[in-house]
């Protein structure tokens, strides 16, 4: 286990983009869970779905789908606290290529991001409801709207502006192709609209913010435009 006195300055101190900070949040008597993960330097979310579970090898291989999907430039290092679902760790780093860093136990300040990005999503996914009943699809919606949210801390900036820069190289120079599903969850395409009015309002339509009228996803914008 690396502890995260180990990481890298440029990591604490945000001026390099590819660490993230990750958890999950849980459902009802932690029978079911969404990973959450948190670009320290953008503060871009991606959302981990884990239809088998929470175990470590559960855990474990859903992380290294969604890292996998990344461009080696993003994948600098994950910070996660000392849960049980991340002790395959070490299995991790070595199939990612990424050092894989640990807070110390009960300090959840030391993954700031991340504690508060949880806040957001109880928005979406309520406290005492069934994590998974929710689909990859629905998981990318949540996250596509919250990266195209204007941030105060960014100046305003979007964490999808900020991050897809850094989505067309492999940290290398060479071109990469991020996987469809993940550039659409980074931000490449718009929020989901809701035919449902607005409680009290006379709207025909809004932005949806609740999984439960996601509905199908639209296809992602094709990069250039």
């Known amino acids: 286990m690396t502890m995260i006195d180990q990481r890298p300055a440029a990591a604490g101190d945000r001026v390099e983009v590819g660490h993230w900070e990750g958890d999950l949040i849980m459902g009802p008597v932690n029978g079911s869970a969404i990973g959450a993960l948190v670009e320290r330097a953008t503060r871009t979310v991606m959302l981990v779905h884990l239809p088998h579970g929470r175990t470590a090898a559960a855990c474990r291989d859903a992380l290294v789908d969604v890292f996998s999907d990344l461009p080696a430039g993003l994948r600098c290092s994950p910070t996660w606290d000392q849960g049980k679902e991340l002790s395959a760790h070490a299995e991790l780093a070595h199939t990612v290529g990424m050092p894989v860093f640990s807070c110390q136990p009960h300090s959840p300040w030391q993954r700031g991001s991340n504690e508060k990005m949880n806040g957001l999503l109880r928005d979406y996914f309520p406290q005492g409801t069934d994590l998974a009943v929710h689909t990859a699809e629905q998981l990318a919606?949540?996250?596509?709207?919250?990266?195209?949210?204007?941030?105060?801390?960014?100046?305003?900036?979007?964490?999808?502006?900020?991050?897809?820069?850094?989505?067309?190289?492999?940290?290398?120079?060479?071109?990469?192709?991020?996987?469809?599903?993940?550039?659409?969850?980074?931000?490449?395409?718009?929020?989901?609209?809701?035919r449902r009015p607005a409680r009290g309002s006379r709207r025909r339509s809004r932005t949806c913010q609740h999984p439960r009228h996601l509905g199908d996803v639209p296809a992602p914008h094709d990069a250039d435009r």
């Open 141 to 194: 919606a949540v996250a596509t709207e919250l990266n195209n949210r204007p941030r105060k801390t960014l100046n305003w900036a979007t964490p999808a502006a900020l991050i897809a820069p850094h989505l067309t190289g492999d940290g290398a120079g060479r071109p990469r192709t991020v996987a469809p599903a993940r550039a659409a969850a980074l931000g490449r395409q718009p929020a989901v609209r809701c």
